[in-house]
């Protein structure tokens, strides 16, 4: 079969490959809707998860079951699915402990396109169907499905590893599609206030339809000095990271009243240390509490999450700037999010009927 492939860091180009092979336990999806992630730009041309060689890319993406193991109990060949970015083994340890994104190591939950072959090929396997996979709603069109993997379920985590409460004022640095959908997340859990982060028109357009109030733009000036002359000094409840560098952690916490809490999502990709400002952060005492995640990934949030956008509460269509048909155009829509063009948002790829 045919993939589009990382072939070394910083290099990527079609290869052929043999069609994974179905366990007992497994299943073997054929892609339906495909989208390139700012992880996969990591991945390639910053040596993220390390050397790879011929390692199909993607993770994102909705597909049809084309053959299942004979363990898997709920899913049969003709299934069209909504596939998660994180496909943790249930039964590991870690996922018992409650950090099922974890299982098997650091980060080993995500699969697709690091310890395995990705969806940006002909055919691609799903460990655990069962727990891993969902029936993708009628409702819901394939590229929209495809925002379901990855950007719905990440921007999401952020607000929850803030822990946004009704009524918070919350800043949400970064509005990139993850960002976009933790500002929906925060919007959704009630905050008030949600200040976006960005310099983008067509971001900061698209924070405003998901719930943002108000807007911060990072290239013209600190963000801690912008958003406490815009809170009368007090700063914000929560703060969720999903743009930036190791130094944003530092405006993170300046921002932060007494008690904060910040969620980050954002993937830190140089830098030995992150930055903590000693009398920000209460000289040790100020209760702002800062935690970084993985999103869990998994069948229920999946299900979950489509409802949301089954019952029109989440409208996934400002998201998709860019459309192609056919596979071929899984390059195009790679370098277009590798180059970042000032209208892109996220570009999605057709691929099977
Ligand atoms: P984008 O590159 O599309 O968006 C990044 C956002 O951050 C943009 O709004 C950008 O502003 C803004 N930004 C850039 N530099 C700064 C800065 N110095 N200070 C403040 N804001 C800044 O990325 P995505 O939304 O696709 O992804 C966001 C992050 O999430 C990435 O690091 C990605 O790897 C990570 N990720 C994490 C996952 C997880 O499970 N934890 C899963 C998927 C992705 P503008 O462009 O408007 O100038
Ligand atoms: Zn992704």
């Avoid at 703060?239 to 560098?245: L, Q």
């Avoid at 192609?324 to 790829?349: C, S, T």
Wanted: with cysteine; charged share 25%; hydrophobic share 40%.
């Amino acid at each position: 079969m045919k993939g589009f492939a990382m072939l070394e860091v910083g290099k990527v180009g079609w290869i052929e490959k043999d069609k994974p092979v179905c366990g007992p336990l497994d299943a073997i999806v054929k892609p339906i809707a495909l989208a390139p992630c700012t992880s996969d730009v990591h991945t390639v041309w910053e040596g993220a998860v390390g050397e790879r060689h011929d390692m199909i890319l993607g993770h994102e993406c909705c597909g049809e079951v084309v053959e299942v193991g004979e363990l898997v109990k709920d899913f049969k060949p003709g299934d069209r699915v909504l596939v998660p970015a994180i496909t943790p083994d249930w039964n590991s340890l870690e996922a018992q402990g409650g950090y099922s994104m974890h299982s098997g190591g650091m980060l080993a939950g995500w699969k697709f396109s690091n310890f395995k072959d990705g969806v940006f090929g002909e055919y691609f396997h799903v460990n655990d169907p069962d727990g891993n996979i969902a029936l993708l709603p009628k409702e819901i069109e394939p590229e929209e499905a495809c925002m379901l993997s990855d950007m719905v379920p990440t921007g999401f985590h952020g607000a929850e590893l803030a822990d946004v409460q009704f009524g918070d004022e919350v800043l949400v640095i970064g509005i990139g599609p993850v960002g976009l959908m933790s500002v929906a997340g925060a919007n959704l859990r009630g905050a008030s206030r949600i200040f976006a982060v960005g310099s983008r028109p067509v971001c900061v357009e698209a924070a405003k339809f998901y719930g943002a109030t108000d807007f911060v733009n990072y290239k013209n000036g600190p963000i801690a000095k912008q958003v406490l002359e815009m809170t009368g000094g007090a700063g914000v409840d929560k703060v969720i990271i999903a743009g930036g560098t190791v130094d944003t952690f530092a405006e993170a916490v300046e921002c932060l009243k007494p008690g904060g809490k910040i969620g980050n999502v954002n993937y830190l990709g140089s830098g030995d240390n992150v930055k903590i400002p000693r009398v920000e952060w209460g000289v040790g005492m100020g209760h702002k509490q800062i935690q970084g995640g993985l999103m869990p990934g998994g069948r229920l949030r999946m299900e979950k999450l489509a409802k949301l956008v089954v019952c029109g509460k989440l409208d996934l269509s400002k998201l998709i700037t860019h459309r192609f048909e056919g596979f071929e155009h899984v390059e195009d829509a790679l370098f277009l999010m590798k180059d970042k063009p000032v209208d892109l948002i996220k570009p999605v790829v057709r691929v099977n009927k």
